[in-house]
């Protein structure tokens, strides 16, 4: 079965630089959440979207952006990334029409060196 | 393919009513499980469990975990109508990976 698929896997940027994170939700879910989840911490709910508008906003820095495209594909835009911005990057999608449950990507883990 | 599987999905039951949760994985190089508490959209750690038969306890709340049969359980007992959540099972793997169960909805009536 289609599960969450996040991308990249990896990725290492250098302070101040960006990343762009990306998230492919199950096919019909209408709600997508983003995660941060730094070393040894609990996540941390950053934003979600239901049916491309944003829902629900955590404690998503000012210097991160995040939209949900037509396709239903989600991006998290990171800017003036700093050393405290590595961590482990959640999305995950749920469908409010039933509970299925979330169904979590493997999640994108940004090292910012 | 890893995974970690909870269940039931979701459980309807009164004030005072003992439950069950479940968690079970598959994962290759099994490092930690932890049990979240999940209310809107923030989860709340509850336990980190490493080693099998050892009970963690907190107040109402216990989990155990059995590294053989590869499961954990999750028991709430006199249950609360502020034991209403979403209980999510995660499992640390590898090298720092993590894999999320579905979630258990838990809805407590009074």
């Known amino acids: 079965a289609a599960g969450v698929i996040q991308s990249p896997r990896h990725l290492i940027k250098e302070k101040r630089e960006t990343a762009t994170l990306k998230c492919y939700p199950i096919p019909r879910h209408d709600t997508v959440y983003w995660y941060q989840q730094g070393p040894g911490q609990d996540p941390q709910f950053l934003i979600s979207f239901y049916e491309k508008m944003q829902s629900d906003k955590g404690s998503i820095p000012d210097r991160f952006s995040a939209q949900q495209f037509s396709d239903y594909h989600s991006e998290l835009n990171m800017s003036s990334l700093e050393l405290g911005d590595s961590a482990l990057y959640f999305c995950?999608?749920?469908?409010?029409?039933?509970?299925?449950?979330?169904?979590f990507g493997s999640g994108t883990r940004l090292t910012v060196v | 393919e890893d995974k970690v599987v909870q269940s039931p999905l979701s459980l309807v039951v009164h004030e005072g009513d003992t439950v069950t949760l479940n968690c079970s994985y598959e994962v290759t190089n099994f490092r930690s499980l932890l049990w979240y508490k999940q209310e809107k959209k923030a989860p709340t750690f509850l336990f980190m469990l490493t080693s099998s038969g050892i009970e963690k306890k907190s107040g109402r709340l216990s989990s155990i975990l059995d590294k053989k049969e590869l499961f954990s359980i999750l028991n709430i007992t006199a249950t609360q109508t502020g034991d209403s959540a979403v209980y999510l099972c995660?499992?640390?793997?590898?090298?720092?990976?993590?894999?999320f169960g579905a979630g258990t909805r838990l809805t407590v009536k009074p």
């Open positions: 995950a999608s749920s469908s409010t029409a039933s509970w299925y449950g979330y169904t």
């Open positions: 995660a499992v640390s793997y590898n090298n720092n990976d993590m894999r």
